[in-house]
């Protein structure tokens, strides 16, 4: 076969290529995972070299107390394969309420987030469902589907190492101006609430202060535009899904160990 046509078969064969995310549903996720971790690997350590790190014992000791709970959870509820070997905690002094987890095992907080999850339990469902939008290869998959072709190219050399990392942020939420959240997709959204209800419920969190948590948040917000102009779900309507998974997550809880970790 002549190379051109090689290439493009190879082409096809890996845009052809699906998988499944641990909610079953069928997903086109091109990159290798080697890739998306070295590149979320290498975009924290810039954020560390760029925004100030949160330097309080008693602030990090907590943080690292609820997220250490979320991950081994996560890593009893879903294959180990699916899970990075080992996780880095950081809380960022930004007081932008927000949050993330990077490809490569790297988990992201910042304070003003806590100042919106008042409790271990509420700050446990926003670790929870960043966790699962890496479980769940979300940004692999919102790169593929919103760059096609390009992110084929990419996996073969033609990106520039810098052009990736950039990709990258964007395909996993996070802006040009650090801080900034960009949001996923619905589906995207509603899969990561449900792994993270779960995985929070796992591991000794009570589930039902999700719903809180995004009470907190809808207060935050203030006016938000209507859902149909958003690709993030409205607050309403992702509370009316958490409490309709709410009686498998109780189930989860109640059968764990209750974690505690002083907020």
């Known amino acids: 076969m002549k190379p051109g046509l ?22 086109l996720a091109l990159l290798p995972d080697s890739m998306m971790d070295e590149l979320g690997q290498e975009a924290f350590a810039e954020m560390k070299r760029q925004q100030p790190v949160e330097t309080s014992p008693a602030v990090n000791a907590y943080v690292q107390c609820v997220a250490g709970h979320v991950i081994d959870a996560a890593v009893r509820v879903y294959p180990p394969e699916s899970m990075p070997e080992s996780w880095e905690v950081v809380v960022f002094d930004d007081p932008q309420p927000n949050a993330f987890a990077l490809p490569g095992g790297k988990i992201g907080v910042h304070t003003g987030m806590l100042r919106l999850a008042q409790t271990p339990d509420q700050l446990a469902a926003v670790i929870g469902h960043e966790v699962a939008h890496v479980l769940a290869d979300h940004g692999n998959e919102r790169m593929t589907q919103q760059l096609g072709i390009q992110s084929v190219l990419y996996v073969v050399g033609f990106f520039s190492e810098g052009e990736g990392q950039r990709l990258l942020m964007e395909a996993l939420g996070i802006g040009s101006q650090l801080g900034i959240a960009l949001p996923f997709s619905r589906a995207h959204e509603r899969e990561a609430d449900l792994l993270g ?51 498998v997550a109780l189930k989860l809880y109640q059968a764990a160990t209750p974690a505690s970790c002083a907020g």
């Open 6 to 27: 090689l290439f493009i078969a190879t082409m096809l064969s890996l845009l052809t290529a699906c998988q499944e995310s641990p909610s079953g549903r069928s997903q």
């Open 197 to 247: 209800l779960n995985i929070m419920a796992s591991a000794g969190f009570e589930p039902q202060q999700s719903v809180n948590l995004w009470r907190n948040m809808a207060a935050a917000a203030g006016g938000q535009p209507l859902e149909f102009l958003s690709t993030h779900p409205a607050h309403e309507t992702r509370i009316e899904r958490l409490q309709e998974e709410m009686e």
